[in-house]
């Protein structure tokens, strides 16, 4: 099993910049596929950006040019820059790990907001 602890929310003011980490317990993290979603109220999750246990990143259209992830095997950590954030990014931030044919574990989501 792998539990996902997310940290890194806040409120930001727009323009400004967060950076949200999700730490993974466990000795397998590198074998996982990471991802950052986000759900806004009423509505489902939806991707921000995923990094592959190899590498390979992909950024939903509106993350693309101002989030970027990374991944840090060492630590357990994937990481989520958030910069030049909008209010239309206020949202419920969730960690996502995946494998094929294993079970998809998520955090426990941290709260974005950005509002002057």
């Known amino acids: 099993q792998v539990q996902l602890l997310e940290s890194g929310g806040g409120l930001v003011q727009p323009g400004g910049s967060l950076r949200l980490s999700c730490a993974a317990s466990?000795?397998?993290?590198?074998?996982?596929?990471m991802g950052w979603y986000r759900q806004f109220p009423g509505k489902q999750r939806e991707l921000v950006a995923a990094?592959?246990?190899?590498?390979?990143?992909n950024y939903a259209d509106s993350a693309k040019g101002r989030f970027t992830i990374s991944r840090d095997n060492a630590k357990n950590t994937v990481y989520l820059q958030m910069n030049s954030l909008k209010p239309e990014d206020t949202a419920v931030y969730y960690c996502n790990a995946d494998r094929s044919k294993w079970p998809t574990y998520w955090g426990q989501g941290t709260q974005v907001t950005v509002s002057s």
């Open positions: 990094i592959t246990s190899g590498g390979i990143i």
């Open positions: 466990g000795n397998i993290f590198r074998l996982y596929a």
